[in-house]
C-alpha cells in the first residue's frame, strides 16, 4: 500500500448509529485542560562568564510532563540556562549566576541541594553522543549508577527498560556486551538518552541532541523526544526551530540573553507576539 | 518589514505576492466585463469573458504549485506561513469568482433573445456593491489593511438584503406576466451569483484579516468568543 492511500484508510463510519455523528466536537470535548503545572522555574536568573553577563533575569516556568524547547541564535543563552537547570553552569571556572532555580518549588542552589543528587534528579544529554569508549553498552546504561558508587536493585531489569524507553532495545538486546561506541551516531546518541533514563530523572535536559545526527536518526531521537514527554519533564535546546515545532509543547526565544517570549508551540510559530520573534523564525535576522 | 536574510526566499514570496495580484486583477475584470455585458446586452463581450476564464484556471494551477513548491522547500512559519496558506486559499475563491463571471455571460446569452420588458435597478446597485467589495479585499490585501478588510465583510449583509428583495420583486413580475419568466429567472440567477461573488470577497476579505492579525474572524456563531 502506498503512502497517500495509507493515508486515506480511514476507519468506516458506523452509519447505524448516525445520531452519535450529530454531537458536535465542542459538546464532546472534556472541559478545558487545566494548565499544567511548572516542575522547574527559574525566576530571575542571570548568568555570567567573567564579566560577560550571559543571561538576563529569566524568569520562566518548566511545565511538568511537557517538552520545553528553547530557541535562538547563536550566543542567545540558551545553553547556558539549561546548564544552570542541573548545576553544571557553576563548575566552569569564571562562571556565576544569579537568581532562583526551583525544582518542585525548592530552591537547587541552597547548601542542603547536593549538586550530584540535583544531576540524578535534572540528568543531561549532550550535543555529540558521549558513550564511554571502554564500556559495554549495558555498562554504558549502568554507567550513572556506577559513577554514584551505587548498585540497582535488579540491573539487568534496569538495563532492559531503559533501552526500551530510549527505542533501542530492539536493536542491541542481542550484543549488549560489545562496546557502546560501536553504534551508529543515532543509536550512541539513544543509548546516551538510556544511560540518562536510568537514573530515572523528573526532568530531562537535551543540547542539541540531534546535531550530530543524519535525518533518520533525528527522526527517531525526535519520535522518542515526543514519546518520553508524556512521562519527564523535557527541556532542549536546538538551533532547528522546526524541530522545536516538531517536538515541543512550549517553546521559548531567547536573544542576546533576554527571554523575548515564551508561549505554546502552536502560537509562538503561527502568531509570534513579538517582532523579534517574528523576525527570527522567519528568517529576516541579518 | 524587515527583509528575509536569503534573498531568494524573499524574491519567492514577492513572486507569489504579484501572481495573486495579477490574477485578482483579471477576476475583477470578468466581473466588470460580465456585468457590463448584462446591462448593455453585449453578447460579444459575454463571450469574450467567458473565454477569459482559461487564464484565470490556469493561474490557479500555477499558484498553487508556486505555494507547495515553498511549503516543502523553505517550511515558513508565522506571517510567512500565514501568507502562503492564504495564498492557497485565496486562489481557490478568485476562481470562483472567476467561474461566476462566467455563469452571469452564460445567462446574458440566454437571455439577449428576449428582449428586456422591465427594468431592474437593483441589480445594477448590487453589481456596483459586489464590484467594490472584490476591488477593496484585494486592496486591503496589497495593503495589509485590516480595517478595509473589515469594510468589506460588513457590505455583505447589504449584498444578502438587496438579493433577497429583488428576487421577491422578479418573482412577484414573473407571476403577473408569464412571458416574463424567461428573463425574470436569467435576472434572478444573475442576482445569485453577484450574491455568491459578495460571499467570496467575504471570504477573501477574512483571509486578510487573518493574514495581518493573525485573527480567525470566520464563523463566530460556530466558535465562541473564546476562539478569537
Known sequence: MNA????????????????????????????????????????????????????????????????TALIGPSGC???????????????????RMEGRVLLDGQDVYTRAMDPVALRRRVGMVFQRPNPFPTLSIRDNVLAGWKLAGMRPERPDDLVERSLRQAALWDEVKDVLNRSGTSLSGGQQQRLCIARALALEPEVLLMDEPCSALDPIATAKVEELIHQLGEKYTIVIVTHSMQQAARVSHYTAFLYLGDLVECNTTDALFTRPADRRTEDYITGRFG | MTLHTDKGFEDELAKLREKILLMGAKVETMVATSVRAFHEQDNALANRTIEF????????????????????????????????????????????????????????????????????????TMADIVQNMVRDALDAFVAADSAKAKWVIERDRGVDAIYSQL?????????????????????????????????????LAEMVVFLTQGTDIRHPESLGPEAH
Open chain 1, 4 to 67: 497517500l492511500s495509507s493515508t486515506l484508510a480511514m476507519p468506516r463510519l458506523d452509519l447505524h448509529d448516525s445520531a452519535s455523528l450529530l454531537v458536535s466536537d465542542q459538546e464532546a470535548q472534556s472541559p478545558a485542560r487545566a494548565s499544567q503545572s511548572a516542575k522547574m522555574a527559574t525566576e530571575n536568573l542571570s548568568a555570567w562568564f567573567g564579566k560577560n553577563k550571559i543571561l538576563k533575569e529569566i524568569s520562566l516556568p518548566i511545565r511538568e510532563k511537557r517538552v
Open chain 1, 77 to 95: 543563552g540558551k545553553s547556558t540556562y539549561i546548564r544552570c537547570l542541573n548545576r553544571l553552569h557553576e563548575v566552569i571556572p569564571g562562571a
Open chain 2, 53 to 124: 476564464d482559461h487564464d484565470i484556471n490556469r493561474l490557479e494551477v500555477e499558484i498553487d504549485g508556486f505555494c507547495l513548491n515553498i511549503l516543502a522547500r523553505r517550511q515558513p512559519v508565522a506571517s510567512d506561513l500565514r501568507f502562503i496558506t492564504t495564498a492557497l486559499k485565496l486562489v481557490t475563491d478568485l476562481e470562483r469568482i472567476g467561474d461566476l463571471a462566467v455563469n452571469i455571460s452564460e445567462r446574458v446569452l440566454d437571455i439577449s433573445s428576449d428582449p428586456p420588458r422591465r427594468d431592474w435597478p437593483d441589480i445594477l
Open chain 2, 167 to 203: 428576487f421577491h420583486q422578479v418573482l412577484l413580475v414573473m407571476m403577473e406576466d408569464r412571458t416574463a419568466i424567461q428573463r425574470g429567472m436569467g435576472v434572478q440567477a444573475i442576482a445569485k451569483y453577484l450574491e455568491r461573488i459578495g460571499d467570496h470577497a467575504t471570504n
